[in-house]
């Protein structure tokens, strides 16, 4: 079953960390000095929040997929709307090695589609320049881009 994945950048982590664990009421599944994410099964989300020094915001929407086979009907769910996108695959982002498809929708929101296959030991070493541009400048200048 795929589920909804939201990212936000926040200002404070340790602060965002203690209110989504209490509004979700259970512990990240993964956290790091950098990042959390919560995987929940109810509300169906993987929800993650990573420091930014800019303002709080939406950094990406997704659909994470459980198997190869749902990534590839999400692909062509994206391919039939027409939409440009990018296919990573074996990414190593967010602390997770995952295959991808980015797109941008009409609004220019960025959605991400993902299948993850293991774990990673660093938040990330992808960088994306056709379609998603998810991260910002400086993080893309160092490789951070999730």
Known sequence: MKCLYVSLKVRDLSESVRFYSALFGEEP???KND???WDLDDPAVNFAITP????PSLNHLGIQAETHA??????DRIAKADAPAEDQ?????CYAKSDKTWTIDPQGFVWE???STDTH???GE????????????????????C
């Open 89 to 93: 695959d074996d990414a190593a982002c």
């Open 35 to 37: 990042y959390a994410k």
């Open 52 to 55: 930014t020094d800019g303002e």
């Open 126 to 145: 992808d960088t994306l320049n056709k379609v998603a541009i998810c991260c910002e400048p400086s993080e893309q200048a160092s490789g951070r881009c």
């Open 113 to 115: 589609a993902f299948h």
């Open 29 to 31: 599944s993964v956290l």
């Open 70 to 75: 749902e990534l590839a009907l999400v692909r």
């Open 121 to 123: 030991e660093t938040f």
